[in-house]
Each structure stands twice: as C-alpha cells, then as structure tokens.
C-alpha cells in the first residue's frame, strides 16, 4: 500500500499532466490495474511505473503546447525523462531510500566496531564473508545483520572486560 505522501505525489502528477478524474483512473487501471491510489494491492514499483507514464503524458501534451511546463520548484515532471531514467526496473524509489538509509546505518555500525578496535580489515572480512562478492540490496542486508551481530557480540565481551568505550 502507497503511504500518504506518495498518494500525494501521485494527486500532483495528475493534476501536472492536465489529466481529469475519469482519465487517472483509467491510466491508473491500465498501468497498475487500481482503480484509486488507495488500493492495498498498489505497490511502489506500480508507482514508478504510472508517474513514468504520467510523465510521457505531460511531455507530449507540454511539447503539443497544450500544457505549460511548471516554473515550481517542486514541481514532479519538471526535467524531461525523470521519472523513466530513475526508476529502472532493478530499482525504485523506496529501494533507494532504504539503502540510502542502510548505507547510513552501515557506516554507524562499522564505527562502532572501530571505536572497540575491529579496524577495516576486520569489517572487510564480515562483508566478503557474508555478500560473497555481491552488491544488491539483501545482500547489504545480510551485511548488516552480521554487523549487529558481531557488535552486539563485542560489545558484550568489552562489557565483560570492563572496557568497553559506549
């Protein structure tokens, strides 16, 4: 299911490519198969897919001089080609949001090993060991997960020592 901000996305790139109620829905159904951007079957590549589509629409209609290309700043189609070269279909948004966000988490973890004394070579050897060379998305997952784990671990055993730098 779409969260709200992205129902609200979605509101505004129909009303930026001059679309009406009756002819959203219809691009809707036809892309996603929804009727409404409520629909808890609505996924966020569902979302990529109709905001590519809305944007082809609002192109051809600012190129056709039917529509004017939107002066915000905010605005959702106001680089041509956006919203088809962002959201390939290996990734979306969400997906680049959470690794955004998993590479943020990651760097804290792997800081944290540091400050008990597990340099680079130490995480090198958890991530080659656990992504066995690869880079997707589960992967850094799995890689996380170990991190926690081994933090936790070490962390436990400075505890026990009585040095422990947290």
């Given at each position: 299911m779409l969260s709200r901000a992205q129902q609200i996305l979605l509101k505004r790139a129909q009303r930026?490519?001059?679309?009406?109620?009756?002819?959203?829905?219809?691009a809707l159904e036809t892309v996603t198969g929804c009727r409404?951007?409520?629909?808890p079957a609505l996924t966020d590549r569902q979302l990529d897919r109709i905001l590519c589509y809305f944007e082809a629409i609002a192109w051809r209609a600012i190129d056709a001089g039917e529509l004017q290309l939107?002066?915000?700043?905010?605005?959702?189609?106001?680089?041509?080609?956006?919203?088809?070269?962002?959201?390939?279909?290996q990734e979306t948004?969400?997906?680049?949001y959470t690794g955004h966000n998993q590479?943020?988490?990651i760097h804290d973890l792997e800081a944290s090993l540091a400050r008990l004394g597990f340099g680079p070579g130490y995480?090198?050897?958890?991530?080659?060991?656990?992504?066995?060379?690869?880079t997707d998305g589960h992967?850094?997952?799995?890689?996380?997960?170990?991190?926690?784990?081994?933090?936790?671990?070490?962390a436990r055993l400075?505890?026990?020592a009585g040095n422990n730098p947290f």
């Open positions: 930026e490519a001059g679309l009406d109620d009756a002819d959203y829905r219809e409404t951007s409520k629909d939107s002066g915000r700043p905010d605005a959702v189609f106001r680089q041509r080609g956006f919203w088809a070269a962002r959201n390939t279909s948004s969400r997906d680049r590479g943020g988490q995480v090198s050897a958890i991530r080659a060991n656990v992504c066995k060379g690869r992967a850094l997952h799995l890689y996380e997960a170990a991190l926690k784990r081994t933090l936790k671990a070490k400075a505890d026990l």
